[in-house]
Structure formats: structure tokens, C-alpha cells
């Protein structure tokens, strides 16, 4: 039942955004604009454009590769991406727009070859998620791209045991850039979808409460050529 109604919500979606589809190539119109709702499936109109035709939620997973440090961090369990698709400006496109929520990760790492460092690293979004999906493919199986804004944290810091002391304000100065493109799948019980993006871990500043170490932080870790590893599950509509 939960996998019928997810597929209803998703063509009725698909026929609200076709009855603005334009002409293409030979004269039909683009492939959104031939599915109908199914019977029983409520065609709610939003009241303007930028009103979501679909929210979709995500499990996320993955990992990072700081570039510096030679080591990855996982992303923690128990992360959510949630996903709303509204009609776009072109036909054969929606326009995306999401929230993205992960729990605060540790992670081990080796400093210098010889030093072992823990830390747990936090991971907080700036701003909306934004983008669009190219559905003329489909609107359950689209090309994604989409860009998100999110500040990195640290907390916990410990060398071989000992803690830093860096306190609650150590983070980026700026947020990271994380581009995610490629096709993602939105149907029921559907493998994941798998993003690589790089990007660039900017400066730290307010780093310790003792004495300064933002330029540690900055030296150990920030710098370009890092790279994510993002893994979305469609959880459902």
C-alpha cells in the first residue's frame, strides 16, 4: 500500500508539472506532459510555482577524503536528506530545493605519519540545498544537480589521548561547497544513489580556548582537492 501511494503522489506530481509542458522538437509535447493521475490520486494544484510539487526524504551516507590528513571521514548514521520538487522554469526540469541533517561523526586520524588525532567532526548546512533534477527521463529516476553550503566543526580534538582543548566555536570560516551530480533514484526499495563531488576545506578560525589554533587547523586540514563521497537512499515521499 505505502509503494502505491508513493507511485500515485509521483504521477500526479508528474501531471500537474506536464500541463505547463512545452512544445519540443516534431511537434509532441515533453514527456512529462503525457501521464495523467491515476485514478484516486489527488491532483492538488499548488498555489504558485515555487510551492513543492513532492517532498522526498533520503538516508545519507558516504564519506570524506581530507586531502591533507591522507584519511577519510565517514559520514555518521542516522543522516537525512529531505528533497522538494517544484516546478521548474524549463520544461523537463524541476526545480530542487532540501534540507540536509547529520549527526556530529568521529574520526580518527593519523597526523605527521606517526601522531594519532580523534576528533568529531560537525557538519552543519547553510542556506537551502538548491538545483535542479532533469526528469525528461522520469520523474522517479532524474539527473540531479544540486549544490549545498555546509559549515564544518570540530570538537573533541585529542592527540594520542590528550584533549586540545579547541572549545565549542572551531570551524571553517566559510562553508564548504558540495556539488552533487548525477542520476538519483526515487523509487521504492531502489540502491543508493552515489555523488562524487571535490571541494575545498576553507581556513579555521576560533580554534582553542588556551591559546590559538586555528593556524594548526588550518595547516593540517584546509586546502583543496578533498573528496565526498555522498550515498542517498530513497526512504520515500
Known sequence: MATAAMTAAAMTA???IGQRAEPVAGGDTAAVAAVSPPSGAAAVLPVNRSDPLLTGKF???????????????????????????????????????GTLDLPPAPGY?????????????????????????DIRDGLLNP???????????LTDVRQDGVDLRVGPDCRTV???????RGPIAMAPESPPSV??????????????TAEDLSPLMTGLISGP?????????????
Open 174 to 180: 566559510a562553508p564548504l561547497v558540495i556539488r552533487l
Open 109 to 133: 586520524f593519523v597526523v605527521f605519519g606517526f601522531m594519532p588525532v580523534t576528533a568529531t567532526s560537525v557538519l552543519t548546512q547553510e542556506g537551502a540545498a538548491t538545483g535542479v533534477a
Open 195 to 208: 555523488f562524487e563531488s571535490v571541494f575545498d576545506i576553507p581556513p579555521f578560525t576560533g580554534c582553542g
Open 59 to 97: 538516508a545519507v551516507g558516504g564519506r570524506a577524503r581530507v586531502a591533507k590528513l591522507g584519511s577519510d571521514l565517514p559520514l555518521a548514521k542516522g543522516g537525512l536528506f529531505t528533497a522538494n520538487l517544484a516546478e521548474g522554469s524549463v520544461a523537463g526540469e524541476v526545480a530542487v530545493s
Open 14 to 16: 508528474v501531471a500537474v
Open 225 to 237: 582537492g578533498n573528496r565526498m563521497t555522498t550515498e542517498l537512499v530513497f526512504q520515500g515521499f
Open 143 to 153: 539527473d540531479l544537480d544540486l549544490t549545498l553550503h555546509i559549515r564544518l566543526a
